[in-house]
């Protein structure tokens, strides 16, 4: 297992009132006004962004929109890339991840270039629009393939930085982004960041799932841990922090993502892992995001219960 | 045009191409003309030039069946000739489909139909914002290979916006289950392309269409051929 981190530059100074999208596009609009090599590829999707309609005006060859056409966007970006460009491919997550995940597989890795994956909607953000647009299952599919680094910011401040930094880089980099949000950002530098200590179980939030974790343990005496980078994972400092062997995984993705990784880190000592994410269901329900999460258990009243049970 | 001094000719081809492929079971070769004319008259590229951003690139979108790539590849010196008779064993740089990290000359690693005109697509987006508007890209595909949606995307989009630095170059030798009603030139010109049909056994024809492009559109050779038992 690798534990090679990926360099985090400052983060970006964005408003407080800002989404993850606006702060993505802000940076990816900086990135085309400094560096040559950027080129954004869109397909249809965010196009009509106020600061990317400004960057296609000033920069028509470096933003490109292939219209609705996502196996093509993320074949072109590793075509970009064939020829030393340093393309952001950008949309929905089920679109760009899951109907183009040969194309990821193949045009990146296996062609030897790497690429910068952006995708919004994360696991059930416009969930009035229904399973369509969900895609709990794409960090997940980035764990079948070799190299990518997963970032997974849990507020529009952890955007700028970790984009411009992979900006820098040749390196395969999928940034997941939400409208869910914590209400404050915590900047990680790629590592498992301490929130709070306790005597119990180390429980690891993953991005915008902090808050809820916070909310659930108030009471108990367990560590909590964020990260925001999730591929390569902090096994360092998972195992610097897993003094007692049980860990909670708490995810805002595919439930289990990242046992793998933490049974593997911890395989010399006793443990136990409780990981909670999106269920495996295609509920065929509609209503709000935090519906979603007591559908699946991820509220902080579900979340109390469960990791009181584990700790217990 | 730069040519590097080929150790083999035309009429050693078969030759080479029986070093990769047990013949019995792999005949095709339809796509040698083409490729050989590519190599010998058309890209400018050379060994020495790979690395060169001004270079032409040829994309072979089509990787079944590589043994015709492969046996050019020798005879034009991008590779030893002594790696034909290794192909596919462990070890070997030359497999049933083409790799990018393994083979010299090859520049998009192939296999999976469909992904040859789209990653092209984006390399003539990429030479035109690095202001590199010499260089050609020449795609490869087969005409059961327009099956795979991507290739319309690709069409698509090339033809919409104007990206005259492609030529897709599709060898026709009947493979598509359901054909292709009207014929395949027809599927580029609507979207957009200059299209030439051609004897794909013909090298002063297919040499005319390679170079057929206008200078505003992505251009579309359909290279008719059927494969040849030898």
Known sequence: MTTSLPRIGDPMRVPNTTTMRDAFIDAAAD????????????????VGHERFAQAAAEHPDRVLNVGIREALMVSAAGGLALTGMRPIAHSYAPFLVERAYEQIKLDFEHQGVGGILVSVGASYDWSQGGYTHFSPGDVALFDTMPGWTVHVPGHPKEVGGPLRAAALTDDKVYMRLSTIANAAPHQTAGRLSLIKSGDGPLVIAVGPALDNVLLATAGMSVSVAYA????????????????????????????????????????????????????????????????????????????????????? | MTVTSARFGYDDLRGLIKRVVDVKHAPEDSTLDVLWTLYD?????????????????????????????????AAKGYIPDAWLDQAFTAGSRL?????????????????????????????ALGLRAQGLLKPRLYVLLGDAELDEGTNHEAMAYAGATGLSGITAVVIDNGSASHGWPGGIASRFTAQGWTASEVDGRDHDAIEAALRGHDGNSPHAVVAFATSTHF
Do not use: C, M
């Not at chain 1, 990135?31 to 965010?46: E, K, Q, T, W």
């Not at chain 2, 049933?96 to 990653?119: K, Q, Y």
């Open chain 1, 228 to 312: 925001n980078t999730v591929r390569p994972f902090d096994v360092e400092g998972l195992r610097a922090l897993a003094h007692t062997g049980e860990v909670v995984l708490v995810e805002p993705y595919l439930e289990g993502t990242s046992t793998r990784v933490v049974a593997e880190a911890l395989l010399d000592r006793p443990q136990r892992t409780l990981a909670i994410g999106v269920k495996r269901a295609d509920l065929h329900k509609y209503g709000t995001p935090a519906d979603h999460d007591r559908w699946h258990g991820l509220d902080p009243a579900s979340l109390s219960e469960r990791i009181a049970a584990f700790a217990r």
């Open chain 2, 95 to 123: 497999g049933g489909h083409p790799d990018r990290l393994l083979v010299p000359g090859a520049e998009i690693s192939s296999g999976s139909l469909g992904h040859g005109l789209p990653l092209a697509v984006g390399s």
């Open chain 1, 31 to 46: 990135l085309l006004d400094i560096d040559p090599r950027v080129a954004v590829v869109l397909a249809d999707i965010s």
């Open chain 2, 41 to 73: 008259r058309v890209l400018d590229l050379s060994p020495e030039t790979l690395d060169s951003p001004d270079r032409d690139r040829f994309y072979l979108s089509k990787g079944h069946s590589p043994g015709s790539f492969y046996a050019v590849l």
